[in-house]
Every structure is written in structure tokens, then in C-alpha cells.
């Protein structure tokens, strides 16, 4: 059987210690990487908290080693951005881990969270928060395809 990448929307709880479970699914495909618990960093984009496996850390790692660790300002923006703020989470029998306080503060978490499947990695997001999120990623690709298929018949929009 195969383990399937992280997928899906999948409903959860903050609780009053800070602790979420992580999705069944989602801690297959993470064991499946050899990873024990959840690597996890605020996003550089959105108030939202990334989780991913050692997959995608080695694909970070190999990014950087490709610029020049001492002269290239672009290395210690992009390691600054991501590398300095990821912490691995241990994960206990039932697949909980406790999220720092600085995160739950910095995603705006409140008691229902919505875990993301994106692939190689999900996100955490307030549940409220994501419904407006869900809405404008949508149009944004809505807006690209029909642009696309204006485009390829000529048409301007």
C-alpha cells in the first residue's frame, strides 16, 4: 500500500494546552519520510503555520547549499525566512503535538483549526479564517485559467 501525499481538509481542535492532533493520514505520509513528529514554521506569506516532513527539509536544505553560504544575501534571507523558525513537534501516542504559543498567537488559532493538504505539506489555519482563504485561492485560479483559455482563443479580457 502506498502513502498518500499530505491531501484533504481535515477539521480539528486547539485545545486549552495548546495541542492538536494531527490527521491520521497526515502522520502516515510524515512516518512514511522517517520523521518523528511534525516539522512545523510560520509562513512567510499568510498567518497560517506550515507542517512538513524531513522530504521537505532535505529539499530546503539542497536549495540553500546552492548559494553561497557567506556571500550571498539571498542565502540568509531565504534560510533566515524558513530554516531559523522551523521546529520539529514530537507527536505522543494519539498523534498530538503542542504547538508553541508564539505560533498559535501568530496564525490567530482558536479552538477549531482546518489542516490543509497541499502536497508536500499542509497548513494550519483557524478554521474562520480559511473559509475567506478557501474563497479568494479559488478565484485567484478561476482568474488564471479563464485568462489561459482567453488567451489561447484570442480573446482579451
Known amino acids: ?10 477539521m480539528g481542535t486547539l485545545d486549552a494546552k495548546g ?3 494531527i ?27 506550515e ?8 529539499h530546503l536544505h539542497k536549495r540553500l547549499a546552492a548559494q553561497d553560504p557567506i556571500f550571498s544575501p539571498g542565502h540568509d534571507d531565504e534560510a533566515q525566512a524558513v530554516i531559523s523558525r522551523i521546529v520539529l513537534l514530537p507527536a505522543d501516542e494519539q498523534g498530538r503535538v503542542r504547538l508553541p504559543d508564539a505560533m498559535i498567537a501568530f496564525a490567530g488559532l ?3 483549526v482546518a489542516f490543509v493538504g497541499l502536497s508536500q505539506k499542509f497548513q494550519i489555519w483557524d478554521a474562520e479564517r480559511l473559509i475567506a482563504v478557501e474563497e479568494e485561492r479559488l478565484k485567484r485560479i478561476r482568474d488564471k485559467y479563464e485568462r489561459e ?9
Open 1 to 10: 500500500m502506498s502513502v498518500q501525499p499530505f491531501m484533504s481538509t481535515v
Open 19 to 21: 495541542r492538536v492532533c
Open 23 to 49: 490527521p491520521a493520514p497526515f502522520r502516515q505520509y510524515l512516518s512514511s519520510q522517517n520523521t518523528e513528529g511534525v516539522y512545523v514554521c510560520p509562513s512567510v506569506f499568510q498567518p497560517v503555520l
Open 51 to 58: 507542517g512538513f516532513g524531513q522530504d521537505l527539509v532535505t
Open 110 to 112: 482558536r479552538e477549531k
Open 149 to 157: 483559455r482567453a488567451r489561447q482563443n484570442g480573446e482579451t479580457l
